[in-house]
């Protein structure tokens, strides 16, 4: 009971405490302190020292100055830090400290129809981004280097159950977009032989190495796998224009897959004109007993009537039925 009471009385602390130190002030009042020539001064100085690495000056500097100008001059700072060509173990345990700390000058402004607050200068948060964002890039160096020197073992490396596992499976998606084309056919190898590969929780990182390399084999794999918004994602670019013979044989090798099939049939009946090897699969899939119908009339509110028109005199059954209905639900 207690224990209860008391950390009902710190929930309260917190809460109550956070709320009354906050102040908020209006976009203007932000604008008019930005435009300041004192303030532009300042921030000068601010990132003068952080360029220079001279981290305990800075602080130094920062601590003697009016609180909003510090939250406006540790959010030029952080940003700064975005330049990881200088980022030093000095820079990054400072972007530590003032991730954990709680901007006190808020801003409201009007949204559509309804009111948001938010930090003035929302240094902590930009300051996080920026950690996590140094994190992947190590990260990234880390399977750079193991790929390299063919130390690289992917599942074991992505550690699929681990903490960090977005990081890395981000780290190496950024990796991936970098490699060289020799390098990527390393990864693919390494990709298609590691059959732990197949316990991923995501195609995050398969949809990446499949869309780079243009494997066949690994968009078989993805394709086969079970979709997600990666593998979605994959499928929804291949109808954008210039559409290449390759994508097209991907999509209609998507259609294995059965949540993946009605998008990919509906992008190839959006093909103006239809190949011949799109027609030739359409025409097969206008002769299923359950889907046929719907089909013929997608091809037919599509623009593709005077085709259909065409396949009445050739085919019988219930291929013509289909047409025929498909026909008659969208009228001309």
Request: hydrophobic share 45%.
């Given at each position: 009971?207690?224990?209860?009471?008391?950390?009902?009385?710190?929930?309260?602390?917190?809460?109550?405490?956070?709320?009354?130190?906050?102040?908020?002030?209006?976009?203007?009042?932000?604008?008019?302190?930005?435009?300041?020539?004192?303030?532009?001064?300042?921030?000068?100085?601010?990132?003068?020292?952080?360029?220079?690495?001279?981290?305990?000056?800075?602080?130094?500097?920062?601590?003697?100055?009016?609180?909003?100008?510090?939250?406006?001059?540790?959010?030029?700072?952080t940003r700064r830090?975005?330049?990881?060509?200088?980022?030093?173990?000095?820079?990054?345990?400072?972007?530590?400290?003032?991730?954990?700390?709680?901007?006190?000058y808020l801003v409201?402004?009007?949204?559509?129809?309804?009111?948001?607050?938010?930090?003035?200068?929302?240094?902590?948060?930009?300051?996080?981004?920026?950690?996590?964002?140094?994190?992947?890039?190590?990260?990234?160096?880390?399977?750079?280097?193991?790929?390299?020197?063919?130390?690289?073992?992917?599942?074991?490396?992505?550690?699929?159950?681990?903490?960090?596992?977005?990081?890395?499976?981000?780290?190496?998606?950024?990796?991936?977009?970098?490699?060289?084309?020799?390098?990527?056919?390393?990864?693919?190898?390494?990709?298609?032989?590691?059959?732990?590969?197949?316990?991923?929780?995501?195609?995050?990182?398969?949809?990446?190495?499949?869309?780079?390399?243009?494997?066949?084999?690994?968009?078989?794999?993805?394709?086969?796998?079970?979709?997600?918004?990666?593998?979605?994602?994959?499928?929804?670019?291949?109808?954008?224009?210039?559409?290449?013979?390759?994508?097209?044989?991907?999509?209609i090798a998507a259609?294995?897959?059965?949540?993946?099939?009605?998008?990919?049939?509906?992008?190839?009946?959006?093909?103006?004109?239809?190949?011949?090897?799109?027609?030739?699969?359409?025409?097969?899939?206008?002769?299923?007993?359950?889907?046929?119908?719907?089909?013929?009339?997608?091809?037919?509110?599509?623009?593709?009537?005077?085709?259909?028109?065409?396949?009445?005199?050739?085919?019988?059954?219930?291929?013509?039925?289909?047409?025929?209905?498909?026909?008659?639900?969208?009228?001309?």
């Amino acid at each position: 009971m207690k224990r209860s009471l008391a950390l009902l009385i710190i929930f309260f602390f917190a809460l109550f405490g956070g709320v009354s130190r906050a102040i908020t002030i209006s976009p203007d009042d932000v604008a008019s302190h930005i435009a300041d020539p004192n303030t532009v001064s300042s921030i000068l100085h601010v990132t003068t020292l952080f360029d220079a690495n001279q981290i305990p000056q800075l602080e130094t500097y920062l601590a003697s100055l009016p609180e909003l100008l510090r939250e406006e001059a540790l959010t030029v700072v952080t940003r700064r830090a975005l330049n990881f060509s200088k980022m030093t173990p000095e820079i990054e345990k400072f972007l530590v400290t003032i991730s954990h700390q709680q901007p006190k000058y808020l801003v409201k402004s009007q949204g559509n129809g309804y009111w948001v607050t938010m930090p003035a200068f929302n240094y902590a948060g930009e300051a996080r981004w920026v950690l996590n964002r140094w994190e992947i890039k190590l990260l990234g160096d880390e399977a750079n280097r193991l790929l390299n020197y063919d130390q690289l073992s992917l599942a074991k490396w992505l550690s699929f159950s681990s903490n960090d596992y977005t990081l890395r499976r981000e780290a190496l998606v950024s990796l991936i977009s970098n490699l060289s084309p020799q390098a990527l056919n390393k990864l693919e190898l390494l990709y298609l032989g590691d059959k732990n590969m197949d316990w991923s929780p995501d195609n995050t990182v398969l949809a990446a190495l499949a869309t780079q390399t243009r494997s066949n084999a690994l968009y078989s794999l993805l394709w086969l796998r079970r979709t997600d918004s990666a593998s979605l994602e994959v499928l929804r670019k291949m109808d954008t224009p210039p559409v290449s013979q390759q994508h097209i044989d991907q999509m209609i090798a998507a259609t294995v897959n059965p949540v993946l099939a009605e998008m990919a049939i509906r992008q190839l009946a959006g093909l103006h004109p239809l190949p011949d090897d799109v027609k030739t699969f359409l025409l097969k899939q206008i002769g299923d007993r359950q889907r046929g119908k719907s089909i013929a009339t997608l091809l037919a509110e599509q623009g593709h009537r005077v085709w259909l028109e065409q396949l009445l005199q050739q085919v019988s059954g219930v291929t013509r039925r289909n047409i025929e209905n498909g026909l008659d639900s969208v009228k001309s």
